[in-house]
């Protein structure tokens, strides 16, 4: 991979942070690929995941945080001074979550059962891209809108400006950020219609 290749020879640390494993392919094994890439290439690096999102653990803010060291030395050295830093964030975290989060990683039907729910929302995730383009193209749109199935996860930067934002908030009571960013897992299908056609009048 380029970027791992430019990283080691600039000796950058190595920080991942995967909040949407499952999400960009619908698999956990291939959007992993990074990850093991830059592990096979020799980096020391930080990963965090989160299971908010694809377990749906949102309010219990579960997820883990792995440190790649050279040897077990250096991983006790570092660990002694992770535990140094979280102390004093949380002593005792709430359980719930990871407990939740353990129990299906370990319990080969309910992990297998995940794999598919992963996959399904990745999958409907895709068509919601997809049909938001659509129909803007369908309703003449001249904006080139390939960007919404070109990029992946649950939000998209849709290239609006702060002003359309606003007219979609003040005429549409459709909300997103200031700088554009949407929700499309807030799509259905039955109101991408309607999305499609305010984001189509704010843009022309």
């Known amino acids: 991979m380029e970027m791992s290749k430019i990283c080691q020879d600039r000796n950058h ?14 698999s956990l094994e291939n959007d ?10 020799g980096h020391k690096l930080l990963l965090t995941q989160s299971f908010a999102k694809n377990m749906g653990l949102y309010g219990e803010r579960v997820g883990a945080m792995t440190l790649l060291t050279s040897d077990t030395d250096e991983a006790k050295r570092v660990e002694s001074q992770v535990k140094i830093i979280i102390r004093p964030l949380w002593a005792n975290p709430p359980i719930h979550g990871a407990r939740i989060a ?9 992990y297998d059962q995940w794999l598919i729910e992963v996959k399904s929302m990745a999958d409907r995730t895709f068509l919601m891209r997809k049909m938001l383009r659509e129909e803007l193209e369908r309703k003449g749109s001249k904006r080139n809108w390939s960007h919404i199935t070109g990029q992946i996860g649950m939000f998209c930067f849709s290239g609006l400006n702060e002003a359309e934002v606003k007219q979609l908030r003040d ?7 200031k700088d554009g960013r949407i929700s499309i897992v ?3 299908t039955k109101n991408v219609d309607y999305v499609a056609k305010a984001i189509h009048e704010v843009t022309k």
């Open 13 to 26: 640390f190595v920080f991942i942070d995967m909040a949407y494993q499952g999400y960009a392919t619908g």
């Open 32 to 41: 992993a690929f990074a990850v093991r890439q830059f592990a096979r290439d």
């Open 102 to 110: 353990t129990t299906i990683l370990n319990n080969k039907e309910l």
């Open 171 to 177: 005429d549409y009571h459709i909300y997103m950020t």
């Open 186 to 188: 807030a799509l259905t």
